[in-house]
């Protein structure tokens, strides 16, 4: 009986669709996928907006070709490439899964979304392949000094000395969003005949950033200004239209005039903080050329002596009234002068040093 032919062709066939079937380790086709991880794997995403997803073909050296889906209930939600778009309309609190499927295959992965209500975005916001992000805002520049509108420094007697002024230190804070570059401080003096009232040291400021650490600068009066009222405006400015403005002002007063006069008074000279009481002294600021007379107020005590001395040298009472003396420009220095008065109560001695200062 002779072979038959058709049988062996049928065989070598089946053989070999057999042989091409198995895969073996020097196969070059890439393996069959086994899964699907999609990220993230749980989201909310919000009426109106996109997200993007990706996915992952296990084993990994498994085309990596998938194809996007989004199964029941859609509620006309897209995803393409990975990209899901959720319609405004779709109801907040649907869930909606999306599922990525290995191409040529039916192993496939998934996410779970809930779709939440929309956002109301500023202009500047905006949701894109990345999520949500926000732009640059508007450029903005702008300071606040630590000052008061009008800044009024202590008045001062004419002649006063630099150690007599008082200083106003201003804290410059940025405001913007922006660093405020260089700033300068300018003094523009106002109702006055003296150009240079004022002095400011801490400028030009270095650029100040943006919750940057505040920068300060001072303003003070100068010395030898005329008699009166000092005014003028404090302007920080800098680059885009950054300025901000305070006025000061300062009085100078006239030196007193004539004698000058200083009254003591006697109170509780009894007791253990008894003594002298110049609490009744003024600021004790006369002129040389009027002289000054001191004045003893023995207040009912029993005085039996009034001693006055300048330094080591006794001074001689008034011949009209024993508890005062007179000092004449002869007898006075410009700036601190001091006389000591001592008094005997009922036997006890009771000194103190009265101080006054002397000006033109």
């Known amino acids: 009986m002779k072979p038959d032919r058709r049988l062996f062709a049928a065989v070598a066939m089946i053989a070999t669709i057999a042989i091409l079937g198995?895969?073996?380790?020097?196969?070059?086709?890439?393996?069959?996928p086994t899964d699907v991880n999609v990220t993230p794997p749980t989201a909310e995403v919000g009426q109106g907006q996109t997200r993007q997803?990706?996915?992952?073909?296990?084993?990994?050296?498994?085309?990596?070709?998938?194809?996007w889906a989004v199964d029941y209930p859609a509620h006309g939600a897209t995803v393409e490439g990975g990209l899901l778009t959720v319609p405004p309309a779709v109801p907040a609190g649907t869930e909606l899964t999306v599922r990525a499927t290995a191409a040529g295959t039916q192993v496939s992965g998934y996410a779970t979304v809930t779709v939440t209500e929309a956002e109301t975005l500023p202009d500047c916001e905006f949701c894109g392949d990345e999520g949500c992000h926000v732009c640059d805002p508007t450029p903005a520049w702008a300071i606040n000094l630590d000052a008061p509108a009008t800044h009024t420094f202590p008045a001062l007697t004419e002649n006063y000395t630099a150690d007599d002024r008082t200083a106003l230190d201003v804290i410059v804070t940025n405001m913007g969003n922006q660093p405020t570059g260089e700033l300068s401080v300018t003094v523009s003096v106002t109702g006055t005949t003296s150009p240079n009232a004022f002095t400011v040291t801490g400028s030009p400021i270095a650029s100040i950033a943006v919750g940057g650490t505040p920068a300060t600068f001072t303003v003070r009066p100068n010395t030898g200004l005329a008699v009166g009222t000092h005014t003028a405006t404090v302007t920080v400015s800098g680059d885009n239209d950054i300025s901000e403005s305070f006025d000061v002002t300062f009085t100078v007063n006239p030196v007193p005039t004539g004698t000058g006069g200083i009254t003591v008074g006697l109170r509780d000279f009894v007791n253990a903080a008894g003594g002298l009481d110049i609490s009744g002294i003024p600021d004790g600021i006369v002129s040389r050329a009027g002289g000054v007379t001191l004045t003893l107020d023995p207040e009912g005590a029993n005085v039996q002596s009034v001693t006055w001395m300048q330094g080591t040298t006794p001074l001689y009472p008034d011949p009209d009234n024993e508890n005062s003396i007179?000092?004449?420009?002869?007898?006075?220095t410009l700036g601190t002068n001091s006389v000591t008065l001592v008094v005997e109560i009922d036997g006890n001695a009771y000194g103190r040093s009265i101080t006054f200062r002397v000006v033109e």
């Open 22 to 32: 198995c895969r073996t380790d020097n196969d070059p086709r890439p393996p069959t």
């Open 53 to 67: 997803f990706n996915a992952a073909v296990l084993p990994s050296d498994a085309s990596q070709t998938v194809n």
């Open 326 to 332: 007179a000092l004449g420009a002869d007898r006075l």
